[in-house]
């Protein structure tokens, strides 16, 4: 629970951080470029004398932002696709886990690189770039994360479906819809859960390896990923910038991914909490 | 006198657990003679797998131990022996059959393999000779051509041919003792007679003592020359088969014999079946007295508080009760 | 028996297809039920027997349509089960019910017992309220030997035998007619099981229920039914009054299956009649008399014609050419 605790704390402080540290972004002051940590700058500047805390806390929103909306894209098209596929035989079950593969075998950066220089300007004219940008990358990252938690899900549904319980309700009476809804997603949303969280942590970083890549938002938007990009270059004198920029990314995917394991724990009734 | 082979003295196997201590077996005292059937019933939980298992160290050490007592075979105690000891033990003086054939075979290895695999393990045989072993083996548990069935693997049998499988390979050092954990338990009951028939035919042909563990009372009625029957860790009764049905003695026996439903005596007994209240008690903190006491019919005070002795109540017959 | 049969199965089967090759095709067929049919009076036991593979499973999940027949009928209290869809179907649910074998496979282990006996009444829209729910809940949990704290408790809980219970509460919950019951105390202890079949017992009295008993062990059976059934390979071999079957079996399968039964009495010595081999693959059934491979008695003609089942007691019912 510990996890817990860190991460809301990091959302906190990028949700509210802005407001009280009130030190602009993108300040630029020559004089102090590269300083190390000091009380005007708790996590030191940057090449371009920017305060480094600053740009965290602003570009963790984004960070965090495409994360969840990553995870939730490819959560509900897995979950659908998996239940749909793992409640039908035959045909549709074969054509949707078909499509899984052709999606499996679809590289991902690449492919978000053409969609990206494809639709980038496009989307820029009808919501701005941030939100264009933001768009692209959610959507190409959740796309193509949706299969493990279809098949995942699948898998659950195909074993559960087997279950007494299952036809106990049948024979109740209970429609197909009351048995998925109430019966059968219950019991099978639980590895789909910890496959969740984990999501999360993979989409962060896939984001910010786009961006350390220079692929993902603009230069002066500072997702951490861009952080770290920009770091690398004077790693040996100022390595606090990057440690800063990778610890928070660091960070933040660990503790996910131990709330994942505690959630899934949690939510077995076989526990006496 | 017949020869003593197996003697368990005071066993206690416990289980260390997130809970507490699981005493799985404790405190059991057992022997089994040249040449004869013992049966060791007993419902879930009462230890007897448990005790089956750690005759041949079977269990794992963490998380179960052997808390006190002594396993003699022939003298030997098997306890503090080491590993290699106690393989030359396996198989050669001490076999073992298990509940589930389906399971108990790899799928991955002809039968033939399986079964020259062990002789290979304790006889110096070649590959040839080890086959031809085997094929003698299947030829003795009656599995009808043995020479082409011993290249086939073990999804290939059924149910009732895997488990002559697995006799056959537990029987082919020609070991002194076998052990048999409900080994007809998973099968139908035409083929478990078959089994059985086929358990004894191998017990006089080799000179054998089996140790049968089962639930089955039917099953104990006729094939065991003695009985043990366990709850909750102990042993409670112990008697020669007529004298286990026909005079029972401990209350746990007794109703265990009245709940079951005849097939030949129905008439009499179209009256209710006459059932034990309540549970097994949980091994972890084991109440301190008797551990039957809770369901017992004749509970008493005395019953409660301590721990009743077993004693001799007749030739060979020992019971665990203040009655 | 009294006139009209509550349940009234008549020549049902079950096939099965093997899809195989490249291409998905039908290859082979499971003959799991091959032409069944029997009576059952309002509050009889029907005991329903056979080794595994003989198909009993399967028959009493295709009088409930919990598995779709290839064939044949079904008709409860007169009406015609097979024709059946939708709402009718629905609220024909009510009039029949099923309790499994494996009491920790059978309930769902994310709801409370509440929630668990209590899905029927909403299914069907038996309650009106929270409150009635529980009461009737309530009354459920003492109806089948548990207390009424045990309804906000999960399955986990609690032990194999009072899961059966909980089974049991579950199924009266709707109030059904007949109860099929799939096996329920083989998974059980000894000691356990005899609680539970007097259990059976007295709900049958007190509710009038009518039962299909279907189990391997052939002592429980004998002991709780009116009439037994005998299968084999997905047939009805036998019929007969329990006792009747007992005292004189006629088909040459039902004696190798008594005698093979293990008396728990070491004094009764028994002839036993071995049969030789395993049970045939239900893909590819002896033709004929499904059971001329290892019978005893079996003539050259049994492998050409199919035994009918014919009354050849008074009430006593044989599919045999030679006996009877």
């Known amino acids: 629970m510990a996890s817990a605790v860190i991460l809301l704390l990091i959302v906190l402080a990028v949700l509210i951080g802005p407001y009280v540290w009130r030190v602009p972004i993108n300040e630029i002051d020559f004089a102090s470029k590269l300083d190390g940590p000091s009380w005007t700058h708790p996590l030191g500047t940057d090449d371009l004398g920017q305060d480094i805390l600053a740009r965290l806390l602003y570009g963790g929103r984004i960070s965090l932002a495409v994360g969840l909306c990553a995870m939730l894209v490819a959560a509900i098209v897995g979950v659908m696709v998996g239940a749909i596929a793992g409640m039908s035989r035959g045909g549709i079950d074969a054509a949707l886990m078909w499509l899984a593969d052709l999606f499996l075998s679809l590289p991902q950066l690449p492919l978000l690189l053409l969609i990206s220089y494809l639709f980038r300007d496009a989307l820029t004219k009808l919501i701005g770039t941030q939100g264009g940008i933001f768009l692209i990358v959610v959507l190409v990252i959740g796309g193509l994360r949706w299969m493990q938690v279809a098949r995942l899900v699948r898998a659950q549904i195909l074993s559960i479906r087997e279950k007494e319980f299952i036809e106990a309700a049948r024979a109740l009476g209970a429609s197909s819809i009351r048995q998925v809804v109430r019966h059968i997603l219950p019991n099978a949303l639980g590895p789909v859960i910890v496959a969740g969280t984990i999501d999360v ?73 | ?125 070649n590959r040839k000779q080890a086959i031809d072993a085997a094929v003698e083996m299947l030829r003795l548990v009656n599995i009808p051509n043995p020479g082409k069935r011993v290249h086939d693997y073990p999804h290939q049998f059924s149910g009732g041919m895997r488990q002559r499988v697995m006799i056959a390979m537990a029987l082919s050092c020609k070991p002194k003792l076998l052990i048999a954990d409900e080994p007809t338990t998973a099968l139908d009951v035409t083929i478990q007679a078959q089994i059985l028939e086929l358990m004894q035919e191998m017990k006089e042909k080799l000179g054998m003592s089996i140790m049968l563990i089962t639930h089955a009372m039917g099953v104990v009625a006729e094939t065991c020359q003695r009985v043990v029957v366990m709850y909750a860790g102990k042993v409670v009764e112990e008697a020669p088969v007529e004298a286990l049905f026909g005079n029972p003695r401990h209350p746990y026996t007794q109703g265990l014999i009245r709940s079951i439903p005849r097939v030949d005596r129905a008439a009499e007994q179209k009256q209710r079946l006459e059932a034990i209240a309540g549970t097994v008690p949980s091994l972890l903190e084991p109440p301190p007295g008797c551990r039957f006491a809770a369901r017992c019919k004749f509970a008493m005070d005395v019953c409660t508080k301590a721990m009743p002795p077993l004693k001799e109540v007749g030739p060979g017959h020992f019971v665990r009760c203040v009655l | 028996m009294s006139a009209e049969p509550l349940l009234s199965v008549k020549n049902l089967k079950k096939h099965f297809a093997i899809k195989g090759g490249v291409f998905a095709r ?108 529980e009461e009737r809940v309530v009354k459920l949990l003492e109806t089948v030997g548990l207390q009424p704290d045990h309804m906000r408790r999960f399955p986990h809980e609690f032990s194999g035998g009072q899961r059966q219970r909980i089974g049991i509460a579950r199924a009266l919950a709707v109030e059904p007619k007949l109860l099929i019951c799939d096996e329920p105390v083989s998974a059980l202890d000894v000691s356990i099981q005899a609680q539970v079949i007097n259990l059976l017992e007295d709900l049958q009295e007190q509710f009038g229920l009518t039962y299909l008993f279907i189990a391997h062990d052939l002592s429980v059976v004998e002991h709780i039914s009116t009439r037994v059934a005998v299968m084999y390979l997905g047939r009805v071999v036998e019929i007969a009054p329990s006792r009747a079957l007992y005292d004189t079996p006629l088909h040459p399968y039902t004696e190798a299956l008594l005698s093979a039964v293990p008396i728990p009495d070491p004094t009764v010595k028994r002839k036993r009649i071995m049969l030789q081999g395993d049970v045939p693959n239900p893909i590819r059934p002896p033709s004929g008399c499904h059971f001329h491979t290892r019978c005893p008695i079996a003539r050259a003609d049994c492998a050409q014609r199919d035994p009918e089942l014919l009354e050849k007691r008074p009430g006593h019912w044989v599919a045999c050419h030679y006996r009877g």
Request: proline share 4%; aromatic share 6%.
């Open chain 1, 201 to 273: 942590a993979n989409a962060i970083i896939a984001e910010s390896t786009l961006s350390f890549l220079g692929l993902g938002f603009p230069p002066d938007i500072p997702t951490w990923g861009r952080v770290l990009f920009d770091a690398k270059d004077t790693i040996d004198i100022a390595p606090h910038w990057a440690i800063f920029a990778g610890s928070a990314i660091f960070l933040t995917v660990l503790t996910i991914n131990f709330i994942g394991d505690g959630l899934r724990d949690a939510l077995d009734p076989r526990r006496v909490l």
């Open chain 2, 1 to 125: 006198m017949a020869e003593t082979l197996l003697e368990i003295r005071g066993l206690k196997t416990w289980f260390k657990t997130d809970d507490g201590m699981v005493r799985a077996v404790d405190g059991v005292d057992l022997h089994i003679d040249r040449g004869e059937t013992v049966g060791v019933v007993g419902e879930s939980g009462c230890g007897k797998t448990v005790t089956a298992r750690s005759v041949l160290k079977l269990i794992d050490m963490p998380p179960g131990r052997f808390e006190d007592g002594s396993i003699l075979w022939r003298g030997r105690d098997l306890i503090p022996l080491a590993a290699d000891e106690m393989d030359k033990i396996r198989a050669r003086e001490i076999a073992i059959v298990f509940q589930e054939p389906m399971t108990s075979l790899n799928p991955v290895y002809t039968v033939g393999d399986q079964i020259a695999e062990v002789l290979r393990q304790h006889q110096q045989l």
């Open chain 3, 26 to 133: 039908n290859v082979e067929k499971v003959y799991a039920v091959d032409g069944v049919s029997f009576d059952i009076g309002k509050s009889e036991t029907l005991g329903l027997v056979g080794e595994s593979g003989c198909g009993k499973s399967t028959t009493g999940r295709c009088i409930l349509r919990l598995i779709e027949p290839s064939s044949g009928e079904v008709w409860l209290s007169g009406q015609d089960v097979m024709r059946m869809d939708g709402s009718a179907l629905r609220s024909l649910r009510r009039d029949m019910q099923i309790i499994f074998q494996d009491p920790y496979a059978s309930l769902n282990p994310r709801l409370t017992v509440a929630a668990i006996i209590g899905e029927a009444l909403q299914i069907h829209n038996l309650v009106k309220s929270k409150k009635e729910l």
